[in-house]
């Protein structure tokens, strides 16, 4: 079993920046993929950004060149970089690991 615990969120306005973190505990040596959804309000779940164990990622198309997810294996650890926030991007995210393993949610809210 894998546990994750997701820190970063937070109000901030538009075309500023936020750094999520996911940190991994358990059985981290089962982890192959790392990544994060989002779910904004009335709306489904969808996918933002995947990482490899060996550090390719993948973006959906809408947070291509704004956002980067990273990934530090000595410390069990995913990031997401939100560079040039938009409202639109209000939502809570979510990090998975393997997409089984889900942690609880950080709220992001982009602002004036």
């Known amino acids: 079993q894998v546990q994750l615990v997701e820190s970063g969120g937070g109000l901030v306005q538009p075309g500023g920046s936020l750094r999520l973190s996911c940190a991994a505990s358990?059985?981290?040596?089962?982890?192959?993929?790392m990544g994060w959804y989002r779910q904004a309000p009335g709306k489904q779940r969808e996918w933002v950004a995947t990482?490899?164990?060996?550090?390719?990622?993948t973006y959906t198309e809408s947070v291509k060149g704004r956002f980067t997810i990273s990934r530090d294996n000595a410390k069990n650890t995913a990031y997401l970089q939100m560079n040039s926030l938009k409202p639109e991007d209000t939502a809570v995210y979510y990090c998975?690991?393997?997409?089984?393993?889900w942690g609880q949610g950080t709220q992001v809210t982009v602002s004036s």
């Open positions: 998975h690991a393997n997409g089984i393993n």
């Open positions: 358990g059985n981290i040596y089962a982890i192959y993929l």
């Open positions: 990482i490899t164990d060996t550090g390719r990622p």
